[in-house]
């Protein structure tokens, strides 16, 4: 849309990818920042004719100073903030990872306060880690307003970072609108924790068997469909501070594993049904509807055969690394 200048954070992860990949088909200004360099995943979903559309910098969330520099000298008008180190990192190095996932997102914050007027929308990614175990839950589907009970440092800072915003809101206005990823699949879904479900089609187009290290009920939610629905998000003039479940398909990993089989015959995947996440699967999205209205939501199927699809010409292109599956 004209007049649109976006800032993506961690422009060079997974979500961040499938982001570039909505908003330069859409012929939006686009800032693509992150720490690293290398567009190694924007790089398997976009042309280089594309890319070269994009305005790739590179920018330290954790580094205040950069980050509202960044802002003004762009004209920035929307947000989306996905720079975040995950479960293992956080757990493995908790002081970087609450500068980065906590600090940074302050950072982002700040940023907004000082420019808002000439920013008018952000989301930012949180995850469905800020909550506790699915037994804690006994009212289903489980809404947003639930008590947050994070077992991870990881969903300690996320939480963090909820309650940043909401005081962002209550004492400048600012708002904003938090997301909460269950298990997000596709091309460029290489790290993680839940990462496997992604492994596991690449695996099977590979000719490789593959085991996914958890099994019983989970919330896939495919790249394209959550990228789509930060830009929304972050467009969507939404007043308050609020955080948001995502659902799309609440299923078993066993059915998972059956769907990819009739999808693709040759699979040899397997689950561990014993190795539950501790997470609630079956969540009540209706807070993001209010928001953004209809729910992007390809289909599990479509969505398998896409991504096969996608591996397939990436394999005999050379450009995805299968180490990512040792
Ligand atoms: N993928 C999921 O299933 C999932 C689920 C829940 C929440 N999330 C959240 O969504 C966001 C994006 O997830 P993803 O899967 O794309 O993650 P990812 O790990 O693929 O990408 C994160 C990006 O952040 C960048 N980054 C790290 N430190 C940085 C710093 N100091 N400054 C700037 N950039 C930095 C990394 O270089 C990387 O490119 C993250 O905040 C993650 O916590 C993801």
Redesign the pocket.
Known sequence: MTGETFLL??S?????AWVLRNLVSEGANIVA????TDPI?PGQLLSDEELSRIHFTK????DRKAVVGMVAEHGITHIIH?????VPFCRANPSVGAA?NVV?TVNIFEAAREHWGQVKGLSY?????VLGPSHLYTDTPVRDDVDRIPQTLYGVY?TANEETARIYWQDWQIPSTAL?????YGVA?D??M?SDIAKAILATVAGKPYHIKFGGPVALQYADDVAKMFIACARSGYQGATSCNLRNDVLDVAEFVAVLKEELPSAEVTFNADNLLPFPADLDDSGLRSIIGDIPHTSLRAAIRDTADRFAALLSAGKVDLAQLN
């Open positions: 954070t961690g060079l992860g997974c979500i961040g920042s992150d720490l690293a995943r920018l330290d969330v954790t996905l720079a975040g180190l995950q980065v940074g990614a949180s995850s469905l880690a996320k909460r990823p269950y298990i997000v879904r790290q993680g839940t």
